[in-house]
């Protein structure tokens, strides 16, 4: 079946630092790849997505690579703030419906 | 933009009642989910449809059950909810594939149920 994994949280930063967090994933098929976030006391929304090896998804300054030699998705940013403090969340599609979630990792900058 | 509205933000029922959660969607969307997320599990999937009166079992629909009577709405039903069923709840929605990749689905902001 699918699964994904992420690094467990929480994670804590300071304003500007340099933030990753790990996601790999088993995937029965070929998968797009999605990192979602979650704002305190909202529901998620799609911060970027991948659909094939080597794409390069991006938004808000936050990038991911596809890796399928490495089953990985790991999510990067440069220099956080403070309003990128979130939850996120991985996921994985294989198919028209459904998507399996990883547990979600606590990001706090603190400025 | 897509509007996914949950008809409640926080709720507390008895353990025993039956509960509805309901969602409406306003961007004609295919296909409805509901997720419950708790702490250190992420999100998991209880049921979904991708039509009117059709439905479709997720990863732990027990206990649980839904009703799609019209495309915009997407109720989930607690027959008799019990101490385990106190979470967090969340409907998403999102159109068809169209070409290669999934659809990113679209969340409402939650129901928080806590039963007693």
């Known amino acids: 079946g699918n699964s994904v994994t992420q690094m467990e949280g929480p994670v804590t930063l300071s304003e500007e630092a340099f933030l990753t967090i790990n996601c790999t994933y088993t995937a029965t098929g070929y998968p797009s790849l999605f990192w979602y976030v979650q704002y305190p006391g909202e529901g998620l929304q799609l911060l970027l997505k991948a659909t094939k090896a080597d794409d390069k998804g991006s938004n808000k300054g936050f990038e991911a690579t596809y890796r399928k030699e490495t089953t990985s998705f790991h999510l990067e940013k440069g220099s956080v703030q403070v309003s990128d403090s979130a939850v996120y969340f991985c996921?994985?599609?294989?198919?028209?419906?459904?998507?399996?979630f990883g547990a979600g990792t606590t990001v706090t900058v603190r400025a | 933009d897509v509007k996914v509205t949950q008809s409640s933000r926080y709720l507390v029922k008895r353990t025993g009642e039956k509960v509805f959660l309901e969602c409406v969607q306003d961007m004609d969307h295919e296909n409805m989910f509901w997720y419950r997320q708790d702490p250190g599990l992420g999100l998991r999937l209880i049921y979904f449809?991708?039509?009117?009166?059709?439905?479709e079992k997720g990863d732990i629909p027990e206990g649980y059950s839904v009703s799609r009577e019209k495309k915009e709405r997407f109720s989930l039903i607690l027959e008799s909810a019990s101490t385990n069923q106190t979470s967090m709840y969340l409907c998403a929605s999102s159109p068809p594939r169209q070409g290669t990749g999934g659809s990113p689905l679209h969340f409402g902001n939650g129901t928080r149920l806590t039963v007693t």
């Open positions: 996921a994985l599609s294989t198919n028209d419906y459904k998507l399996s």
């Open positions: 449809s991708y039509d009117v009166k059709m439905k």
